[in-house]
């Protein structure tokens, strides 16, 4: 039912209260957080080929230590990590207006604890954003101010390892990039890769969120006024949903009747998902039909949207 739900609202013939907002290749629930440059060199560790390794007892032991190191170190190279770091060192190649691009210099290093620990990019070689030049100027003075930070989802090669000096205090580990996010503080200010067809605006730089009811995909139109009879709380849901993520945005359908669930979501938000059927928890009796609500950001006031 939700798979169909989706379909029909994502392939039909556009209408003006059902966005063709889909977000693809969500991160997957194992992405392993990565703290700091303490936590990629103990990742580097997990890396080392087994040949290289300088095994101890006979060689009982030493088979036994080798299987569970190659069985570790396949584990590490076939997950998937997330690191925030601070951007500041950062070099910006000069923006793209004609094609609404910022990008690092290629390729994109990440430096980590002084310069000790670097994540390079083996491919989306510049990270780019699609973003209007009021962004774009956004990230550079949250640069600037020493506010910006870049949170990278990232995979690993296949024969992944950490490059580095002979006394062992120089980490370099080569990654596939999956998505990027530049962010002021908590606030998201543009997003890269799997994330970039994500809004070209955010609350956390004046974008204006809307909120607007369709008519049902399924059931009497009444259903729909009953629904758009809670547009405040509908409201305040997105309100509290972009403190947590400032670019939050698509559409949530929801079944009314004899209870309320959400039946299909494109946001990505569960925090939203459930704070909407607790605002239409008192819809009372109303016809069974599906509605679909769309929660939006419209470009700043006095700025245009940017080009699809």
């Known amino acids: 039912m939700i798979s169909a739900l989706l379909a029909l609202l994502f392939a039909a013939a556009p209408h003006e209260d059902v966005p063709r907002v889909v977000h693809e290749e969500p991160a997957p629930a194992s992405v392993r957080p990565l703290e700091g440059a303490s936590d990629v060199v103990a ?29 570790g170190r396949d584990d590490a190279i076939t997950a998937r990590y997330e690191l925030t770091a601070p951007a500041g060192g950062v070099a ?21 604890k002084g310069g000790a620990v670097l994540l390079a990019a083996t491919m989306e070689l510049g990270l780019p954003v699609r973003v209007d030049a009021g962004t774009a100027r956004r990230i550079l003075a949250a640069q600037r101010a020493g506010r910006l930070s870049l949170r990278i989802t990232f995979d690993l090669p296949d024969d992944a390892v950490c490059g580095g000096d ?10 596939e990039p999956v998505e990027w996010r530049w962010m002021e503080g908590d606030a998201v200010l543009a997003w890269g890769g799997a994330s970039a067809d994500r809004p070209g605006v955010s609350a956390a730089v004046g974008a204006r969120p809307m909120v607007e009811v369709g008519d049902p995909v399924d059931g009497p139109a009444e259903a729909r006024r009953a629904v758009a009879a809670h547009a405040a709380e509908l409201s305040a849901c997105y309100a509290d949903a972009l403190q947590r993520d400032a670019g939050v945005d698509g559409v949530v359908v929801v079944a009314v009747g004899q209870r309320v669930v959400v039946e299909a979501d494109s946001t990505g938000s569960a925090e939203l998902d459930r704070c909407v059927e607790r605002a239409l928890a008192a819809l009372g009796p109303v016809p069974r039909a ?11 006031s006095g700025e245009a949207p ?3």
């Open 306 to 308: 940017a080009t699809p």
């Open 290 to 300: 599906s509605v679909p609500i769309r929660f939006e950001l419209g470009a700043p």
């Open 92 to 112: 910006f190649a000069p923006y793209d207006d004609g094609e609404q691009r910022l990008e690092v210099a290629a390729p994109a290093v990440i430096k980590l």
């Open 166 to 175: 002979r006394r062992g205090r120089q980490y370099t580990l080569g990654v």
């Open 43 to 71: 990742l580097c560790h997990r890396l080392v080929p087994a040949e290289r390794l300088r095994l101890s007892g006979d060689a009982v032991a030493q088979g036994e230590a080798r299987s569970r190191h190659e069985a």
